[in-house]
């Protein structure tokens, strides 16, 4: 295969590990990346546009796939990342790539129109301009959000039709969040979607389904977190290992508006039932916490949970994807749904 012959050119360690600027901590795996480059299909000439410059090495894998007679533009919001990325860049010779500092939402114009963009964070939504800048026969590869939780996406791959995106494939997987300015840490914290942040001794936070229920104060969600962090009875799953990625993205589907997504002590996970006055969840570790051993929350958690195995822990490929409009909130493009298929989609 062409493109596991050109991931061998490029030297992985020279960027992450760069001996001039040390090891870069928070960077996406070299496994994830080279799977999403593969999707990606670049082809020898292609015009590419990478939203997250991140160390640069994925940018070096771009302009080795595109060639000598193909183009990378790579827009990061750090200009930290970026100014080492093209230090990076330059010392190895490479002059088909240039690195832009930009709100990668808005894509970049000035080099439009690209046959190719991969994106390694996750956006509020596909954004319009992302479209609008890609020819007729380009495709994009990102991680999308299918509901408005953290650490809840699909990557996706999305060609046009008639100038309408649409979901080619998907996969289990994920990368965090776009922020609209550099941050140092974006995993500790999501910046969207978290309804209330416990600081002391150390922090966590919840994100609730029902939020447009709660006040303005987040006093449901508050409650709710309490309940979690001093919870009232404790158990192990009794189920085969857990495989976290499909119960993830299951879980929407099974809770709708009642799922919610926690990270508590030490920053473990858990995904779960709340209300303002009862709350359960299970931990990526397989540790069922809740309020109360009746807690109706409980109930409705293990309701879920026997649902997702007796549907055989559905595969990405399960689900039927929708994109669907939408203009608000600042962002215009479109919004993921799923829906439980047994049809599904084509994997990558």
Known sequence: MRSALVFGTVPERYYVHSEHRGETLHRSAAESVHRELIALDVAEGARVLEIGTGTGYSGALLAALAGA?????????????????????????????????????????????????????????????????????????????????PSTTLITTITLAAGEPRIDTMIFGGYAQSTTSAVEDALSIPGRWVDHIHQQPEPAWISIGWRDRDDRQHTGARAALSLLMHPGHTETYTGAPLDWLSWTVYSVVAAGDSRSVAALRDGVRGIGHTTASSAAMILTNSTIIADHPRSPSLAALRTWLDRWEQAGRPAATWYEPTLTPNDNNGLPGWDLTITPGTAGVGTL
Request: glycine share 8%; net charge positive; with cysteine.
């Open 69 to 149: 007679s193909g183009r990378v533009t790579s827009i990061d919001i750090s200009d930290h990342l970026v100014g080492w990325a093209d230090r990076l860049h330059r010392r190895r010779g490479l002059t088909t790539i240039t690195c832009h500092v930009a709100d990668g939402m808005a894509g970049y114009p000035p080099h439009a129109p690209y046959q190719r963009l991969v994106a390694w964070c996750t956006p509020p939504r596909l954004p319009r301009a992302w479209v609008d800048q890609l020819t007729a026969d380009g495709r994009i590869v990102a991680c999308l959000p299918i509901a408005a939780q």
